[in-house]
């Protein structure tokens, strides 16, 4: 009889057999990592970095179709820029204490609805929304900011303002308590230094069209942060004097009490002003688009009869604008308006019921008013000049609030340039 083998040898053969049957079951399980192909995306817009002597413009939010995946293989693909990221100047809110809680819950309801519950995340939104609001391209009250392009289905430049998140969900009591004590933290002097001076931000798991003319500076957890390019991506870009007159947002009635007594001091005034029933001819819209009217308005009639007027002629529209001017000579015949005509322009009435905007406004230079809420306000824009430049045409009228700049702002030139038409966020 053969010899035992010994039980080192024994154990060795075991250890052996083992591998011999693992190995191939890991590898198996377990197979090697291969990089993912970066997807071909359609074609982004050229980079372009705006001279300073030009405003940037607030392109509306577009993504290129892909799948998330894709989407974050591209994103790791762009660098960070290497350029200083400097931290943004403490804001503090300077404002009447009713209008301090409207900005509040606006900028609230922003962090906890675009970062959801994550505490980081609605610091570094805060930052942007601030951020904003210094800025000359954006409006100048936090609310406007927040709630921008709200009046349209598309076009919001934060989505859960038109996408009807704010019907489909309410936050919780500890959820809004923390929103609103980040939104005060923010408006009191707090800063989020790693996003610096970002306007604009996305998930990793997409690609707006924008993306290709800003910087990437930073990145908070899912969310990517930019800022712009050249000039208007640095410090002396922020330097507007903002507003501290906040408006009422509807929307935000069910969960912001500021909003709430607003929204019904505002409805009692809207059914005073509609009490009379509008007498003549109803306007039409413009062919090209059915939710919109250009009215010319007879300047002898009482200036509170104009909203009858835009009630009449909306009917019973989930969305609508009117426009309306006294001075014939300066009517449009689109809604693309020259400088002259958004000067002119006597009255506006601006309608979303998905968030539940309805403003009538007033051109209270030509038609003061009571109250100023009820007033089109002025947005002047502040261009630094360089420090050489060759001298320019002095630049024109400054436009109402309520009047949308259309693309880049005109470079100084004598011919007039169009701007577009309001928006509710000026909101």
């Given at each position: 009889?053969?010899?035992?083998?010994?039980?080192?040898?024994?154990?060795?053969?075991t250890?052996?057999a083992a591998?011999?049957?693992a190995?191939?079951?890991?590898?198996?399980?377990?197979?090697?990592?291969?990089?993912?192909p970066?997807?071909?995306?359609?074609?982004?817009?050229?980079?372009?970095?705006?001279?300073?002597a030009?405003?940037?413009?607030?392109?509306?939010?577009?993504?290129?179709?892909?799948?998330?995946?894709?989407?974050?293989?591209?994103?790791?693909?762009?660098p960070?820029?290497?350029?200083?990221?400097?931290?943004?100047?403490?804001?503090?809110?300077?404002?009447?204490?009713?209008?301090?809680?409207?900005a509040?819950d606006?900028l609230a309801?922003?962090?906890?609805?675009?970062?959801g519950d994550d505490?980081?995340?609605?610091r570094?939104?805060?930052?942007?929304?601030?951020?904003?609001?210094?800025?000359?391209?954006?409006?100048?009250?936090?609310?406007?900011v927040?709630?921008?392009?709200?009046?349209?289905?598309?076009?919001?430049?934060f989505?859960?303002?038109?996408?009807?998140?704010?019907?489909?969900?309410?936050p919780?009591e500890a959820?809004?308590k923390?929103?609103?004590?980040?939104?005060?933290?923010?408006?009191?002097?707090?800063?989020?230094?790693?996003v610096?001076?970002?306007?604009?931000?996305?998930?990793?798991w997409?690609?707006?069209y924008?993306?290709s003319?800003?910087?990437?500076?930073?990145?908070?957890?899912?969310?990517?942060?930019?800022?712009w390019?050249?000039w208007?991506g640095?410090?002396?870009?922020?330097?507007?004097?903002?507003s501290?007159?906040?408006p009422v947002?509807?929307?935000?009635?069910a969960?912001?009490?500021?909003?709430?007594?607003?929204?019904?001091?505002?409805?009692?005034?809207?059914?005073v002003?509609?009490?009379?029933?509008?007498?003549?001819?109803?306007p039409?819209?413009?062919?090209?688009?059915?939710?919109?009217?250009?009215v010319a308005?007879?300047?002898?009639?009482?200036?509170?009869s104009?909203?009858?007027?835009a009630?009449?002629?909306?009917?019973?529209k989930p969305?609508?604008?009117v426009?309306?001017?006294?001075d014939?000579?300066?009517?449009?015949?689109?809604a693309?308006?020259?400088p002259?005509?958004?000067?002119?322009?006597?009255?506006?009435?601006?309608?979303?019921?998905?968030t539940g905007?309805?403003?009538?406004?007033?051109n209270?230079?030509?038609?003061p008013?009571?109250?100023?809420?009820?007033?089109?306000?002025?947005?002047?824009?502040?261009?630094?000049?360089?420090?050489?430049?060759?001298?320019?045409?002095?630049?024109?009228p400054?436009p109402?609030?309520?009047?949308?700049r259309?693309?880049?702002?005109?470079?100084?030139?004598?011919?007039p340039t169009?701007?577009?038409?309001?928006?509710?966020?000026?909101?």
């Open positions: 009889m053969a010899p035992s083998p010994s039980r080192p040898v024994t154990l060795a053969l250890a052996v591998f011999a049957v190995i191939p079951a890991w590898v198996v399980t377990h197979p090697p990592a291969i990089p993912r970066v997807a071909k995306l359609a074609k982004l817009p050229p980079r372009r970095v705006v001279p300073q030009e405003l940037p413009p607030v392109e509306p939010v577009k993504f290129v179709e892909l799948a998330p995946d894709d989407a974050r293989a591209f994103n790791a693909t762009v960070f820029s290497r350029l200083p990221n400097p931290a943004a100047r403490p804001f503090r809110f300077a404002g009447s204490l009713e209008d301090r809680e409207r509040t606006c309801a922003g962090v906890l609805y675009e970062a505490a980081v995340g609605e570094a939104v805060a930052q942007v929304v601030l951020n904003r609001l210094r800025h000359p391209a954006f409006p100048k009250t936090v609310c406007g927040v709630f921008e392009g709200a009046e349209r289905s598309t076009g919001c430049q989505t859960f303002t038109c996408d009807g998140a704010m019907t489909r969900w309410k919780s959820g809004w923390r929103a609103r004590a980040i939104a005060a933290s923010a408006l009191s002097g707090s800063v989020y230094k790693p610096g001076h970002s306007t604009h931000y996305h998930t990793d997409v690609v707006p924008w993306q003319s800003l910087d990437k500076v930073a990145a908070v957890g899912t969310h990517l942060f930019f800022r390019s050249g208007w640095t410090p002396p870009a922020f330097n507007r004097q903002v501290s007159s906040e947002i509807a929307a935000l009635a969960i912001s009490p500021a909003h709430a007594s607003g929204a019904a001091l505002a409805e009692a005034d809207a059914a002003l509609g009490a009379a029933p509008f007498v003549g001819a109803v039409t819209a413009l062919p090209s688009d059915p939710d919109t009217f250009i308005l007879d300047a002898k009639s009482a200036p509170d104009w909203r009858a007027l009630l009449a002629a909306c009917a019973d969305r609508c604008m426009m309306g001017w006294t014939r000579a300066l009517l449009p015949v689109a693309d308006l020259l002259a005509q958004s000067e002119a322009m006597a009255f506006s009435y601006l309608r979303n019921r998905d905007f309805d403003r009538a406004l007033w209270c230079a030509l038609y008013r009571g109250v100023k809420t009820e007033c089109m306000k002025r947005q002047p824009l502040r261009v630094e000049a360089p420090a050489v430049a060759p001298a320019v045409a002095a630049p024109g400054e109402l609030a309520g009047v949308r259309k693309g880049d702002a005109p470079a100084p030139a004598p011919t169009p701007v577009a038409r309001p928006t509710a966020a000026t909101r």
